[in-house]
């Protein structure tokens, strides 16, 4: 992963954290689902905390999906759902060192394009296709991880529009995209009405 800033949480130990630690970045976006963005992409640090301050796979894949919960819900709680993102902080643990080397900068290293990085990250649990589209905008506008054909794998996220965590570089570009979520949201809203 190229040298980058992912300024998400508003606590710059967790940011460091998750903008030169693959797994924690992974573990982060994998916890990016009905909770703030700073509490998803802060809890790497959390988690590291409770590990005695070694966040890897290994570590990770090595106890017991029990165990990994354990962590999750001693308070305050990892996630809003504690239990099974803990069942799939472990999964991704393990299927890293299964497929992977135990690295998760693997996953991108050796993508040769932005479909195969898509489609790896698509196969990882808990990552379903937007969650996969954005972690590839990420990395390519974050830390210029830019297989050839990244744009068209994970648009539209790809694009300028401040719609993810893919566009957040500094605290004002996060407060434009909670902007923008609130408009498509009201948008919504307003075409049900």
């Known amino acids: 992963m190229a040298a980058g800033s992912f300024p998400v949480t508003g606590n710059a130990l967790a940011d460091e954290l998750i903008s030169t630690n693959p797994f924690a970045l992974l573990v982060g976006m994998l916890l990016d689902q009905q909770v703030p963005l700073e509490w998803a992409f802060g809890s790497p640090l959390r988690l590291r905390e409770r ?48 497929r992977y080397d135990g690295r998760a900068e693997n996953l991108w290293d050796t993508a040769s394009t932005g479909q195969e990085l898509l489609d790896r990250l698509r196969a990882l649990p808990g990552y379903g296709d937007e969650k996969a589209k954005i972690l ?48 498509m949201r009201q948008q919504g809203k307003s075409k049900q009405d």
């Open 136 to 183: 590839v905008a990420v990395l390519a506008k974050r830390f210029a991880v830019r297989p050839p054909g990244w744009e068209a794998a994970c648009a539209p996220f790809s694009d300028d529009e401040p719609r993810s965590a893919a566009d957040i570089d500094s605290p004002e570009a996060f407060e434009r995209v909670k902007a923008w979520k609130r408009t």
């Open 51 to 98: 590990l005695g301050g070694k966040l890897s796979p290994q570590v990770v894949a090595a106890m017991s999906p029990d165990e990994v919960e354990k962590l999750f819900r001693t308070k305050p709680a990892l996630h809003r759902y504690p239990g099974s993102m803990a069942k799939r902080t472990h999964d991704l643990a393990v299927e890293l060192i299964a």
